[in-house]
């Protein structure tokens, strides 16, 4: 059975920092992509972050470029994403999803197979 389990949400004052973590069961990580994305009440999915399985190359949504990073540990089969300088605007659910790998954008939310249940990130003082 596939599954992505998302942890190590929570509440941080801004600027603060969260570690988030998913963990994949019924596959192999090596193969997919992994993205990183979020959804606050009343917006849109949107595309935080991509971790490439092809050639470990890595992208990230303009609002988090040099605060965010994503990473991968093959030996536990999970993908973190390092989150610093947290803002109150970071403010949301926050999903890992996998993708076999595709040519197309990384942030194309209909292009990943496998999601996780989310994780709340709150910024907030």
């Known amino acids: 059975q596939v599954q992505l389990v998302e942890s190590g949400g929570g509440l941080v004052q801004p600027g603060g920092s969260l570690r988030l973590s998913c963990a994949a069961s019924?596959?192999?990580?090596?193969?997919?992509?992994i993205g990183w994305f979020r959804q606050a009440p009343g917006k849109e999915r949107e595309g935080v972050s991509c971790?490439?399985?092809?050639?470990?190359?890595?992208y990230y949504g303009d609002s988090v470029k040099g605060r965010f990073t994503v990473s991968r540990d093959n030996a536990k089969n999970t993908v973190y994403l390092q989150m610093n300088k947290l803002k109150p605007e970071d403010t949301a659910v926050y999903y890992c999803?996998?993708?076999?790998?595709?040519?197309?954008?990384?942030?194309?939310?209909?292009?990943?197979?496998?999601w996780g249940q989310g994780t709340q990130v709150t910024v907030s003082s």
């Open positions: 971790l490439r399985s092809s050639d470990g190359s890595t």
């Open positions: 019924g596959f192999t990580l090596d193969y997919y992509d």
């Open positions: 999803a996998a993708r076999e790998q595709l040519a197309t954008r990384w942030y194309f939310v209909s292009s990943y197979t496998y």
